[in-house]
């Protein structure tokens, strides 16, 4: 079974459209979000719709505080949710489908398991909101606990960082992993990157595809000038969060 495995996508349409693309351009029809698909960017509405077509679907941390109240968010992700919000409240001509979304969102589920396969939005221990950097590997109390939950490989996201953690300690970009990873031996967890705000230096999207026993990071470029023109067109939008689309930080 080929799919592709997709998180991070924060209303980022122009970023969701090009995966898109390159995921239907190898001929698979699998994908796998894994949360926050609004929050920060500029096309909440449209991305929901995109987003709804996939096979599985997780709840992030941003999904959730767009159903309810942000809690820990930065002055300017606070701003973007609530603009959010506002959005997705806002009158349409086809209320059937406003009251989709919102059935969409308030019925994603935290985590999903396949097998020996875990796939969450932020840990095995808290699948909403706990963050695994790459620095982490030096905490060990930390990354033990986490691996005790992983009964062989976990799919996460959050971060916007992507790379593979293994259970000896260790971290690997997708570069220094040539980009591809096979499974087999130690217990392994990898973060996906992200579809709509990279935060790694590279400002393409990125994702991966699980084929069989391989696990494939793939770099997607799309027209960042497009949408960082949207979110200085929104007063509600911090304009920082177009201008770090341009550096992938």
Not at 198 to 210: A, I, K, N
Not at 222 to 249: A, C, S, V
Request: aromatic share 10%.
């Amino acid at each position: 079974m080929k799919r592709a495995i997709i998180s991070d996508i924060h209303s980022n349409l122009e970023g969701f459209e090009a995966v898109l693309a390159d995921i239907a351009s190898q001929g698979i029809t699998e994908v796998y979000c894994l949360g926050d698909i609004v929050g920060y960017g500029p096309n909440p509405r449209e991305c929901i719709d995109l987003a709804m077509k996939c096979q599985i679907c997780l709840l992030g941390n941003h999904d959730q505080a767009a159903l309810f109240d942000p809690e820990g968010f930065n002055t300017g992700a606070e701003r973007a949710i609530f603009w959010t919000r506002d959005q997705l409240e806002k009158p349409t001509d086809d209320p059937e489908l406003q009251a989709k979304r919102w059935d969409f969102l308030g019925e994603l589920p935290r985590h999903h398991r396949e097998n020996a396969l875990l796939f969450v939005h932020g840990s095995p221990r808290n699948p909403l909101n706990e963050y695994v950097f790459p620095e982490d590997i030096y905490n060990r109390r930390k990354m033990e606990k986490i691996f005790s939950l992983i009964e062989k490989y976990c799919f996460q996201g959050h971060t916007h960082v992507p790379g593979v953690f293994t259970e000896g300690l260790q971290f690997q970009t997708p570069e220094e992993a040539g980009h591809q990873y096979r499974l087999g031996g130690e217990r392994a967890m990898f973060n996906v990157g992200s579809v709509g705000q990279p935060r790694d230096g590279d400002p393409r999207s990125c994702y991966v595809v699980l084929e069989d026993d391989l696990v494939t990071y793939r770099r997607v470029d799309y027209d960042r000038d497009k949408t960082i023109q949207k979110i200085y067109d929104i007063p509600d939008l911090d304009n920082f969060l177009g201008d770090r689309l341009r550096e992938g930080r």
